[in-house]
């Protein structure tokens, strides 16, 4: 009996291992393709698709914000595969507070106020700017709460908070797999661009909200009564 519930822990830890490993590959992979729609961005192509019909503009600001967040995308989503693995920090607390820091800085003082900035331009409307500035001013405000609570050893609201940026960061690939969804679908309306950037974000992080909430009602049920108030 003791046996088989160890087998079958041991069974759902390797699916998860398996689950998150399939996950960073594709991020990885995801980014990698982003990277390479830049041969339309250096030197900027007003013919691609994301840059069409921005030529009036693009110099005149635009290219500051525009170019700040391509230099900062693809490194602080990379480093947030790499600062969610316990094996790092249990093997080298330094490189995980070094890494942190460089991730806590990519996104406050990068990726949160070029993605503002951008957002006041979103081609496809309003509704789809509003989603991606209340992205940009979450992913700041969790990743400032992160390092703060990193700051004053409070080590699991600074694992929360890091696991909400990490998500909001996440939503670029989020985008684009529901971006490649849709087109393989053939499924074309004016109102999906900005549903999808919404739920990029929204749904992971509800996600997270919820499970974090039961894992933690059920350790907090599984306390002895002696640590209970
Ligand atoms: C949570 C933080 C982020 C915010 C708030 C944000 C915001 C934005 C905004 C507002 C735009 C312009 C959208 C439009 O005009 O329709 C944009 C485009 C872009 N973003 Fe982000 N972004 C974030 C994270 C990322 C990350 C992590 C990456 C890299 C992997 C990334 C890569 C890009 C690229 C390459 C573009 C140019 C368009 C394209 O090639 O798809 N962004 N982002």
Redesign the pocket.
């Known amino acids: 009996m003791c046996y088989n519930a160890a087998m079958n822990s041991l069974r759902s830890i390797t699916a998860v291992r398996v689950l998150v490993i399939l996950v960073v590959l594709l991020i990885w992979k995801?980014?990698v393709s982003?990277?390479w729609?830049?041969r339309?961005?250096v030197p900027p192509n007003f013919e691609s698709?994301?840059?069409f019909g921005?030529d009036p503009y693009f110099w005149g600001g635009y290219h500051w914000a525009?170019y700040i967040?391509?230099l900062?995308?693809?490194p602080?989503?990379m480093l947030?595969t790499i600062l969610i693995s316990q094996r790092l920090r249990r093997r080298s607390l330094a490189w995980h507070r070094r890494l942190g820091r460089v991730e806590v800085a990519l996104?406050l003082l990068m990726?949160?106020p070029?993605?503002?900035?951008?957002?006041?331009?979103?081609?496809?409307g309003a509704v789809?700017?509003v989603g991606?500035?209340l992205?940009?001013?979450?992913?700041a405000t969790c990743a400032w709460c992160g390092w703060r609570s990193a700051v004053t050893r409070r080590l699991e609201a600074h694992r929360r908070w890091m696991w909400r940026?990490f998500l909001?960061?996440?939503?670029?690939?989020v985008?684009?797999i529901l971006g490649g969804l849709t087109t393989v679908l053939q499924w074309d309306a004016d109102w999906l661009?900005a549903a999808s950037?919404w739920a990029s974000?929204l749904v992971p992080l509800l996600v997270f909200e919820i499970s974090s909430s039961s894992s933690s009602r059920v350790r907090w049920r599984t306390l002895p009564s002696s640590m209970t108030p």
């Open positions: 995801v980014t982003i990277i729609e830049y339309n961005y698709d994301f840059l921005r525009f967040h391509l900062a995308g693809p602080s989503l947030g996104v990726i949160a070029s993605g503002l900035w951008m957002a006041f331009y979103a081609a496809t789809a700017g991606l500035g992205l940009a001013i979450a992913a940026t909001l960061l996440g939503s670029a690939v985008l684009r661009y950037i974000w």
